[in-house]
């Protein structure tokens, strides 16, 4: 058991902690800032995935929105479990569509697979078979001593698509919130309080959450 103080002392104790919290929450906010300035690399090359309606590009997986978020879900094999638990930590996906970016799955397996285990789950985020191509290579999930789990951040403008960020092992595992996943992203949460670049629209705090069934045009 840890030390047990009166309640006075205990009060005393957290606020002393809570100043060094508060201090990891403003360099978490300039860190941030600063992944939002990296620069990014071009997509040349042509991917193809399989999913609920064939196949796709990596641009269909955009879903018209500005921003992409792939998490890269290890099932060459059978599904992981770290990985499975991370998708059961995702937020409801209507909050991420709601500032401009598409968040999906993709995964090494056939495409029947994942489907079979997405309904076992329970899970709506879309999933996509990269089978038969070089995504997981290029992208980092794959490597020499097999698959590998992680995320990626793309941004396009129109039909031209980047590679801004990518995390894995660590970086990854603090993930859960729908707040975690934006803040990835070039354009962040989108809210007047962030420090972004001059290019992104940001609108008030709090004010374009909606309860996830009230979201309009989705």
């Known amino acids: 058991m840890n030390q047990i103080l009166s309640e006075q002392e205990w009060q005393s104790a957290l606020d002393a902690f ?8 403003r360099i978490r906010d300039v860190l941030n800032a600063e ?11 042509t991917y193809n995935f399989t999913g609920p309606n064939d196949k796709v590009s990596l641009l269909d997986l955009f879903e018209g929105r500005k921003q992409l978020i792939v998490y890269h879900f290890m099932f060459a094999e059978s599904p992981c479990t770290g990985c499975s638990m991370m998708v059961d930590n995702m937020g409801h996906i209507a909050h991420i569509h709601a500032r401009n ?17 997405q309904e076992r ?14 995504f997981n290579r290029d992208f980092g999930a794959t490597r020499e001593d097999g698959e590998m789990f992680g995320v990626s951040v793309f941004i396009r403008d129109n039909d031209t698509i980047y590679r801004s960020y990518h995390t894995t092992q660590r970086g990854a595992e603090y993930l859960g919130s729908n707040f975690s ?3 990835l992203t070039p354009m962040g949460r989108q809210e007047l309080w962030e420090d972004s670049p001059e290019w992104v629209s ?17």
Do not use: F, N
């Open 18 to 25: 809570r100043v060094k919290e508060k201090e990891h929450t």
């Open 202 to 218: 940001q609108t008030p705090p709090y004010q374009w959450w909606c309860k996830h069934d009230e979201y309009g045009g989705d």
């Open 101 to 117: 970016t598409s968040l999906v799955l993709v995964s090494l397996a056939p495409y029947s697979k994942l489907a079979a285990y």
């Open 181 to 183: 996943y934006l803040d």
């Open 121 to 134: 789950m329970g899970w709506d985020t879309p999933w996509y078979s990269s089978e038969g191509s070089d």
């Open 35 to 45: 992944r939002r300035r990296l620069p990014m690399t071009q997509i040349s090359k």
